[in-house]
């Protein structure tokens, strides 16, 4: 409930005004977009992996992508379509040793990547408009210690995720655009190749530039 209250809220923030008429929103959008991503600290995957859960990194870096189709098109709001792909990292190691400089312990990696279909409410107009989205798919999230480890990777798992945002135009092709969106990751298994993991809501921050 907090999540949906915190997207409804973002939407309603950023929603543009209707002094006057506009034109109707673009056919299709194309989004490229950097992106941080809050992993969180899980003790099921550090226990699994030897460490301490503050010893995970907490911040992935990574860049997504996506296009979206407006259907149906209406004075006040527009229904869309669309598909998304995302790609992030973080790493860390132990801070070095005071005496010998070497850094201690092993180094954690994180991964996120996949991608999502998604279906959005937008709210304004061809010039510049905020929508809010829900959408599922494939995503894996998963943390190892050292180089990726040779064996069974972890598997993709279907996952919702719901996303508020806007985009403004600044000529009649280009737009600066944002997106907030959690990913209501699923819990995973421990095995042999690959850390367990709890249920987590993953955030997801990016901001790039749309194409119409």
């Known amino acids: 409930m907090r999540v949906v209250l915190a ?33 969180g600290q899980d003790t099921t995957t550090a226990a699994d992996l030897g460490v301490a859960a ?25 229904l869309g379509f669309g598909a998304e792909g995302l790609l992030a990292r973080a790493t860390a190691q132990q801070a070095a040793n005071a005496q010998t400089g070497a ?40 943390t190892f210690a050292g180089d990726l480890p040779s064996g069974a990777a972890t598997p993709f798992q279907m996952t919702q995720n719901l996303g508020a945002g806007a985009r403004w135009f600044t000529n009649n092709h280009v737009a600066f655009c944002f997106d907030l969106r959690f990913y209501l990751t699923k819990p995973e298994q421990t095995t042999i190749e690959y850390a367990g993991r709890l249920r987590q809501r993953v955030l997801v ?8």
Do not use: C
């Open 7 to 39: 997207i409804a809220l973002l939407a309603a923030a950023v929603s543009p005004a209707y002094a006057q008429p506009k034109d109707p929103l673009p056919t299709f959008v194309v989004d490229v977009r950097g992106l941080f991503a809050k992993l």
């Open 54 to 78: 503050q010893e995970l990194p907490g911040t992935a870096i990574g860049g997504a992508a996506a296009v979206n189709f407006y259907p149906l098109r209406k004075e006040k709001m527009s």
């Open 103 to 142: 850094l201690e312990g092993p180094r954690i990696e994180r991964r996120l990547q996949g991608i999502s279909g998604t279906i959005s409410l937008n709210f304004g107009h061809g010039q510049g408009w905020s929508y809010v989205s829900a959408g599922i798919g494939p995503l894996r999230f998963q």
């Open 205 to 212: 921050i990016s901001a790039g530039i749309s194409i119409k």
